[in-house]
């Protein structure tokens, strides 16, 4: 695994995020007059998430139906909402931020609700919201091929503006998010070549109070390196298979080649204070 400087990446990370906020500020009045209704309809003070009522969470999902460059980051909070009981959809007010679109999940008998807030309708700072309450744990595995656990350890208030860095007004906390999705794309073959994709995973860990790193995360093909070495036995991220005698055909009985398999897992880890690093096992 080598270390490469992140100042190119860094940069159009950047221009990508002027681009969306750009493009929030310009398309975002027609949620921005949603929240306004909402709030004062609820009547809860800033800080407090208010849901949404239902001919609003209605008027929310036309919004995005179809979407456009902008709203698909409000489309994906709107088809999670409605993967399956247990969540609520509502819209949260914090001091200095852009008004957030909340999609919070805290089901009966269950310890705790969580929360991802989405800030891109307003004046104000524009990023993500990330709240769960300590001990909550929960694995969503309602979608074909996908697979997100989220687990906290304290009250966890974790926020990350566009552009900036995330922070937490918590003083001790720990989130970790794991998402496995495996595409929809079957395995390609052809007389002596076979092509596999294995899922892409992420894995984001964010601490406060403790000896950890404040951020990592990790972003790839396959069964992250850490977990096979941990012995959990998962698939690569690409698997090629060539048989040269088969590919020949009637050639191949002159030929003695044994069958070439590649395997390779890419990933790339971000950590607090370090350059990103990348990999391929």
């Known amino acids: ?19 969306l906020a750009a493009m929030g500020q310009q398309e975002g009045g027609a949620l921005r007059r949603l929240l306004d209704g909402a709030e004062q309809r609820a009547g809860r003070a800033a800080g407090e998430v208010a849901e949404l009522p239902d001919e609003v969470w209605q008027q929310v999902k036309e919004l995005v139906d179809p979407p456009d460059w902008w709203s698909l980051l409000v489309y994906a909070l709107v088809r999670i909402g409605e993967s399956e009981p247990g969540f609520t959809v509502g819209t949260l007010h914090l001091d200095g931020w852009s008004r957030m679109l909340t999609l919070t999940y805290a089901p009966e ?3 705790g609700p969580f929360t991802l807030g989405l800030a891109v ?15 909550f744990r929960r694995v ?3 979608q074909p091929g ?12 974790w926020r990350y503006p566009f552009g900036g860095t995330v922070h937490s007004p918590t003083p001790r906390s720990e989130l970790r998010v794991a998402v496995d999705w495996q595409p929809p794309v079957a395995p390609q073959e052809t007389t002596g070549f076979r092509f596999e994709l ?12 403790g000896t950890a790193p404040l951020y990592r995360l990790v972003l790839g093909l396959g069964t992250p390196a850490a977990e096979t070495a941990a012995g959990t036995a ?3 991220g690409v698997r090629a298979v060539l048989d040269p005698a088969a590919a020949l055909g009637a050639l191949g009985a002159f ?3 044994a069958p070439v398999t590649e395997v390779y897992s890419p990933h790339v880890v971000v950590t607090e204070g370090q350059s990103p690093r990348y990999g391929l096992t």
């Open 1 to 19: 695994m080598t270390d490469t400087s992140p100042d190119a990446l860094g940069t159009v990370v950047g221009q990508l995020v002027e681009q």
């Open 109 to 111: 008998g269950r310890p």
């Open 121 to 135: 309708t307003d004046e104000g700072t524009k990023g993500v919201l990330l709240r769960a309450a300590d001990g």
């Open 140 to 142: 969503f595995a309602g």
């Open 146 to 157: 996908l697979r997100i656990e989220v687990a906290a350890e304290g009250d966890c208030d």
């Open 198 to 209: 294995g899922p892409l995973h992420l894995r984001a860990e964010l601490s406060r109070g």
């Open 234 to 236: 998962g698939p690569p």
């Open 255 to 257: 030929v003695r080649v």
